[in-house]
């Protein structure tokens, strides 16, 4: 039989399957499925108001595409699982959550569904100016050089500012969580069994460089002393390029 791969794209509003002819690239099937809860930028699912510039979303929306989409494109094109050899994610980076060491988002606990930083920032959160703005400030007195890799200025998009954000304004959250991780890296993580950052997102608005690796430990120091070790913490994954495999399909996620 035929091999075939998979192409799943996490956008903003929904998630889109592309069933693929490895060898010929013929498009075979392809499907839709819209977020439940879309983009929380005015209320928390409970009801909570919102401030201005807030773009969240619920992580649940993602495995519930994932349950959704690969059966339903496999049903439409007629292939068989066993004729899947590839499955390929993407996310716009800076799509990123605090999950505990087992990978569970802090949202998923009733004692922190209430608090509107232990969902998933999506990238144009733009909530976190002001810890952006802090950096560049910084980063442009000391000289940094990493900072002309992106225009000479970062924005509140990036994970450093929103990772400030939740520091600053949920401690409690920031202390609890294990990881602060871009969404694609924690859904590839669940479905492969280990959790890496990929170097696209890592290079963008993570700050990391391949040859540089991220900003220095001075430079985070000054910023304020609590982020010193950030980078072997909360962000402390091992980057791999996006061109490699991840990993192999584990029972549970294949299930």
Known sequence: MAK??????????SARA????????????????????????????????????????????????????????LKIGEVSKEDIIGIGIDFTACTILPVFKDGTPLCFLP????NEHSYVK????????????????????????????????????WALP????????????????????????????????????NACCAGYKGLWNKREGYPSKEFLRQLDPRLENIYETKFGLPVYPSYTRAGTLTERGAA
């Open 111 to 114: 004692e922190f569904m209430s």
């Open 162 to 197: 929103k990772l400030m954000e939740v520091m600053d304004e949920a401690p409690e959250i920031f202390e609890k969580m294990d990881y602060f991780i871009e969404a694609g890296d924690w859904l590839t993580w669940l479905m492969c069994g280990e959790a890496k950052a």
């Open 18 to 73: 592309l069933l693929v002819h490895a060898k010929t690239g013929e498009e075979i099937a392809s499907c839709e499925y819209k977020y439940p809860h879309g983009v929380m930028d005015e209320k928390l699912p409970n009801g909570k108001r919102l401030d201005i510039d807030w773009a969240l979303q619920h992580p649940q929306d993602y495995l519930d595409a994932l349950s959704r989409v690969v059966p339903k494109v």
């Open 122 to 157: 999506l990238w144009k959160h733009h909530a976190a100016q002001d810890k952006a703005n802090r950096i560049n400030d910084l980063a442009n007195e000391r000289d940094e050089n990493w900072l002309i890799r992106y225009g000479g200025k970062i924005s509140s998009e």
């Open 4 to 13: 075939n791969v998979i192409g799943i794209d996490f956008g903003t509003l």
